[in-house]
């Protein structure tokens, strides 16, 4: 029996709890809610009903007690679901390549046994469509696997949620096809990123090899990330189209300031990987890491030091906690700053959002609602609410492959064994030439010896929860603020030092942040730029849904004001 026809049938000993609501009956509650008059009624005279002697009164004062209490939760609650309802649901389209190429070789198969060409075996991409389709758990453990490794949660696309939109409701357009100019484009992009990924960030207006880089993506006829007067530079080189994200330094404040944690305090200086260790470069090591295994290991560097170049970022991004940055960011904004230890000390002391209603109260302060507790829980919510949109969109809708699949297709066709539709703007680049040259192989060097995850490419999880949690930030904080005494890593890493340049806002800075986390991924070369560009856009559309269930159930009459990532502002 399928997931959806299940019957739940109560235990004879499982007892549903009564409800205490004064005259009315629990039949009379549940039928006729729509009465609130009555109900307020009946909870009126409930309350002024004579005690007898040495029995215990009620305390309870407020504009409802009793019925008309639960009465008002349970409108609430319809209220929500209206909201849910009213957004619809989208038709999810995809790129068309799954129907287009009988060997799949545009989507992707990471996990499950492959062929000699790393092409999957037919009949178990069979097996995994089929318990994509049918959502039977027992059918998830049919899927056969190549390998040790095993797919990451596909039936998390599968759940429902109860605040927000369904994560069913939430749409990303279709990832660029396999053999299209598009996905050519993000192909060269992520092998320059490969072969830039020990030069430091710090150090981009003076590398030969990044100009090198920037020429041939400004030539490209399909690149989208951002330029300048037409032209990708070393400053827009590996960033995003989002507001403040090509301002200033390459890494966000809010990854390089220390974090206070309460009595504590945390330093942003990371453990890391040592440089010029790059994997999957041979084809024996590209096809045990499709097959699901993994050939190598990492060599860690004996000195911490904050993040310098794509290395380092990649290594962030690869362990991380999906909430991490911005529970930091949320520290970081929220907490004074401490003048005996600047600049890398303390807090910025970022104003609330302007729609914060205790931003004028003369005997008030948020704490639970609009205040620093209720801040931090929102963060983690949604960025559990994100995954499971996202999830939807990777397993049941785009089953795009990742990058390194997509470089051994290069390589195959490069090396004459099969005559795959790649775009020649890619079989042609300076940068797969540069790659040939120093590897051996047409493969994506990889930071990490497993490759990417196990799931597949689009829409990206730690895209997509960046977009989440940063526009919750935004919606909570100031924008506007300039961030002060801004910093960048030294030479080496170490240490932190002054950084003097125009003013940096913290809604640049969390754009930037959700930016340096989601590019972070393409750096390690397992996500492509659309991957990051489309989540986090997917992750705004979830906080927005979130943001406005949670300002209908508070008391106070308050607003989100703030920047979407496209530049529109919003008030909610």
Not at 339 to 358: D, H, K
Request: proline share 7%; charged share 20%; net charge negative.
């Amino acid at each position: 029996m399928s997931k959806s026809n299940r019957v739940h049938h109560k235990k004879p000993t499982e007892v549903e709890p009564e409800m205490d609501l004064s005259a009315l009956s629990r039949r009379s509650f549940l039928g006729g809610l729509g009465s609130t008059a009555a109900i307020a009624a009946a909870g009126a005279v409930g309350a002024s009903a004579v005690l007898a002697p040495g029995e215990a009164r009620a305390n309870e004062v407020g504009p409802e007690i009793g019925a008309p209490r639960l009465a008002s939760a349970y409108q609430h609650r319809i209220d929500a679901a209206n909201r849910m309802v009213s957004d619809g649901i989208p038709t999810h389209d995809c790129n068309g390549d799954e129907a287009l190429y009988a060997n799949r070789i545009g989507n992707y198969s990471k996990g499950l046994p492959h062929n000699s060409l790393g092409e999957v075996t037919p009949a178990a991409y069979t097996a995994f469509l089929a318990a994509l389709s049918s959502g039977n758990p027992a059918d998830f453990e049919t899927i056969p696997l190549g390998g040790a490794r095993k797919l990451v949660n596909p039936q998390a696309g599968l759940a429902f949620d109860t605040e927000g939109d369904d994560p069913h409701q939430f749409r990303q357009p279709p990832a660029p096809a396999f053999a299209s100019a598009e996905e050519a484009a993000e192909m060269v992009e992520l092998y320059w990123m490969a072969l830039l990924r020990d030069t430091r960030f710090n150090n981009y207006d003076s590398s030969e090899l990044t100009e090198i880089a920037a020429k041939e993506l400004s030539d490209l006829t399909d690149f989208r990330g951002p330029r300048e007067d037409g032209e990708v530079t070393v400053q827009t080189l590996f960033r995003d189209n989002l507001p403040g994200a090509t301002e200033g330094p390459y890494i966000s404040q809010f990854l390089l300031k220390g974090t206070p944690f309460g009595a504590e305090y945390v330093e942003r200086r990371m453990r890391t990987v040592r440089p010029n260790l790059d994997f999957n470069t041979t084809f024996s090591d590209w096809l045990a890491v499709q097959n699901g295994n993994v050939p190598g290991s990492q060599q860690f560097d004996n000195q911490r030091r904050y993040v310098r170049g794509g290395r380092d970022l990649a290594e962030w991004v690869h362990i991380d906690v999906l909430f991490q940055a911005y529970f930091n960011a949320c520290l970081i904004l929220g907490t004074g700053p401490d003048p005996a230890n600047q600049p890398t000390g303390g807090g910025i002391g970022c104003p609330a959002n302007p729609g914060n209603p205790y931003n004028d109260s003369a005997t008030q302060l948020g704490f639970g609602t609009w205040g620093p507790p209720g801040f931090k829980a929102l963060l983690c919510e949604v960025a559990s609410r994100a995954l499971k949109a996202v999830w939807f969109q990777k397993w049941f809708v785009h089953r795009r492959l990742r990058p390194e699949e997509f470089a051994g297709r290069i390589h195959v066709r490069k090396s004459g064994l099969a005559a795959y539709p790649i775009h020649p703007q890619v079989l042609g680049s300076e940068a797969l030439s540069r790659v040939k040259h120093k590897f051996g192989t047409y493969l994506l060097p990889m930071a990490f010896p497993e490759g990417s995850p196990t799931h597949p490419a689009y829409g990206a999880g730690h895209a997509t929860v960046a977009g989440a949690c940063v526009t919750v930030l935004k919606a909570l904080f100031d924008e506007n603020f300039e961030v002060p005494n801004p910093v960048v890593p030294n030479g080496g890493g170490t240490q932190l030092q002054p950084w003097s340049g125009g003013p940096l806002t913290v809604g640049g800075e969390l754009n930037k942040l959700a930016s340096n986390v989601a590019t972070g991924r393409n750096h390690a070369g397992v996500h492509w730029r659309t991957d990051a560009a489309e989540s986090l856009k997917l992750g705004e559309a979830v906080a927005i849904a979130i943001l406005k269930d949670h300002k209908a159930n508070f008391n106070e009459d308050g607003s989100y004001i703030f920047t979407k990532f496209d530049g529109t502002p919003i008030t909610l």
